[in-house]
């Protein structure tokens, strides 16, 4: 299963992106997606995940800023990030997995995409 993410780029502070991650050549419908993010000397953290039937969950240090929507017809997770900070920089990662627990655990997930840079300036 390849995973294509695309999006990241340069913001200020206050701006806003949007990443996808598209899944040519399968269906999303019975998949939980998730994106993560690593920053430069950090480990790799959950941001947030769409499950199959379209709950949807967030690290604290996101809520209220980024959306993750899934538009199945075109086998594509979205990632919109606003009011973005500066500590938002990082290489963000979609994935996906059969559907399970725990959306929030990187090792769940079986399939990764090869991240896209987000750099925030202040």
């Known amino acids: 299963v390849q995973l294509q993410a695309s999006g990241g780029g340069l913001a200020q502070a206050g701006g806003c992106l949007r990443l996808?991650?598209?899944?040519?050549?399968?269906?999303?419908?019975?998949?939980?997606m998730g994106w993560f993010r690593q920053a430069p000397g950090k480990e790799r953290e959950f941001v947030a995940a769409?499950?199959?039937?379209?709950?949807?969950y967030y690290a604290d240090s996101v809520k209220g800023r980024f959306t993750v929507s899934r538009e199945n017809a075109v086998n594509t997770v979205y990632l919109q990030l606003n009011s973005l900070k500066p500590e938002d920089t990082a290489v963000y990662y979609c994935?996906?997995?059969?559907?399970?627990?725990?959306?929030?655990?990187?090792?769940?997930?079986?399939?990764w995409g090869q991240g896209t840079l987000v750099t925030v300036s202040s």
């Open positions: 994935a996906a997995r059969t559907p399970s627990l725990n959306v929030h655990i990187d090792y769940e997930y079986a399939y």
């Open positions: 996808s991650c598209a899944v040519p050549g399968r269906t999303l419908r019975r998949t939980d």
């Open positions: 769409i499950s199959w039937s379209g709950g949807t």
